[in-house]
């Protein structure tokens, strides 16, 4: 199993990651060898929580261009939000430049203002991202074709035409559909490159693969050919005293997720306790099936990233 990060790409008055800091992680990232740099999307602060980020394609543009050869990623980009052909345009146009793998982790967004703002209907988001999903396949075919409900279009090519394009994994949970996984959200996952989760525990991540793998043999889809990626927050603390860990970790996730969402969630469905802890956590991932872990980390301080760095390399890789 592989390790990938986040770019902490936080940028809410308070929370603000400097320039610096963030060209000083993605590098640190690369020098360590972790398995890929990803990005998070929201256009405004979202409840769950504390911090908006920046643009996830144009963070990674400015990542790849200080870095040598990280795989980039998006877990997740808000494909109603952001447009199948845009985002397929900049996704060919990223991984052309970068000379290196991109993958555009999908997901059909949540918040209301963003739906608000960008005049898009949040009851819509669903099939729009499964037509997007649809589109960008064909975009990226070299020669495509379309005829659905949001996009018609007939013998389109779209530039660059790469002969490896870039790679698609569809979002999606039972944690927040009320215990299981809706056939729309399982079709995106079996008819994409595989899957990206949220932040969940491993328990929970098996019974949602047990209804994937299912609905993939519905359909004909070896899941063993799925990718199997999971987006995760750690704040590692140096410790083997869980107890120590957890109240240190509570500090900062308290300046990341809102009370709303609040330390609880993190304990259960995130990285966090004492070294051993996490390490258990990971072991778990790694037996389920997970082909990379993305720890993310809720620092923003350049001090405190720097040292979450090490932390991550040295433990985590």
């Known amino acids: 199993?592989?390790?990938?990060?986040?770019?902490?790409?936080?940028?809410?008055?308070?929370?603000?990651?400097?320039?610096?800091?963030?060209?000083?992680?993605?590098?640190?990232?690369?020098?360590?060898?972790?398995?890929?740099?990803?990005?998070?999307?929201?256009?405004?602060?979202?409840?769950?929580?504390?911090?908006?980020?920046?643009?996830?394609?144009?963070?990674?543009?400015?990542?790849?261009?200080?870095?040598?050869?990280?795989?980039?990623?998006?877990?997740?980009?808000?494909?109603?939000?952001?447009?199948?052909?845009?985002?397929?345009?900049?996704?060919?146009?990223?991984?052309?430049?970068?000379?290196?793998?991109?993958?555009?982790?999908?997901?059909?967004?949540?918040?209301?203002?963003?739906?608000?703002?960008?005049?898009?209907?949040?009851?819509?988001?669903?099939?729009?991202?499964?037509?997007?999903?649809?589109?960008?396949?064909?975009?990226?075919?070299?020669?495509?074709?379309?005829?659905?409900?949001?996009?018609?279009?007939?013998?389109?090519?779209?530039?660059?035409?790469?002969?490896?394009?870039?790679?698609?994994?569809?979002?999606?949970?039972?944690?927040?559909?009320?215990?299981?996984?809706?056939?729309?959200?399982l079709d995106r996952i079996v008819r994409s490159d595989g899957w990206i989760a949220p932040p969940l525990a491993p328990e929970r991540a098996e019974k949602d693969w047990a209804a994937i793998t299912a609905h993939a043999e519905e359909r004909g889809v070896d899941p063993d050919g799925l990718d199997r990626v999971t987006l995760n927050y750690c704040y590692v603390v140096d410790t083997e005293d869980s107890e120590a860990a957890y109240e240190r970790q509570r500090e900062a996730f308290a300046e990341f997720f809102s009370p709303e969402r609040g330390f609880d969630h993190a304990r259960e469905n995130c990285l966090t306790g004492s070294l051993s802890d996490i390490h258990e956590q990971l072991t778990a991932y790694e037996e389920f099936g997970f082909d990379q872990v993305i720890a993310g980390t809720p620092a923003h301080a350049p001090d405190d990233l720097a040292a979450q760095m090490e932390l991550l390399t040295a433990e985590l890789l």
Not at 10 to 29: F, K, S
Not at 39 to 64: I, Q
Not at 109 to 126: H, K, S
Not at 137 to 145: D, V, Y
């Open 1 to 185: 199993m592989d390790i990938g990060t986040t770019l902490p790409t936080g940028c809410t008055e308070d929370y603000q990651v400097a320039p610096d800091a963030l060209r000083d992680w993605a590098t640190a990232a690369d020098d360590a060898g972790f398995a890929g740099l990803w990005t998070l999307d929201h256009l405004v602060t979202p409840e769950p929580y504390v911090t908006s980020v920046l643009n996830p394609l144009v963070a990674l543009s400015h990542a790849a261009a200080v870095t040598d050869d990280i795989p980039l990623g998006t877990s997740i980009l808000l494909l109603p939000l952001r447009g199948a052909t845009n985002t397929a345009d900049a996704a060919l146009s990223l991984q052309y430049l970068a000379e290196r793998q991109v993958t555009l982790g999908l997901g059909a967004g949540y918040v209301p203002d963003e739906f608000e703002v960008t005049g898009v209907p949040r009851n819509e988001r669903g099939p729009r991202l499964s037509e997007g999903i649809d589109v960008l396949q064909e975009l990226f075919s070299g020669n495509g074709s379309y005829d659905g409900r949001f996009h018609q279009f007939e013998d389109i090519a779209m530039d660059p035409v790469l002969d490896d394009p870039p790679r698609v994994l569809a979002g999606g949970s039972s944690l927040y559909t009320g215990g299981e996984m809706p056939k729309p959200m």
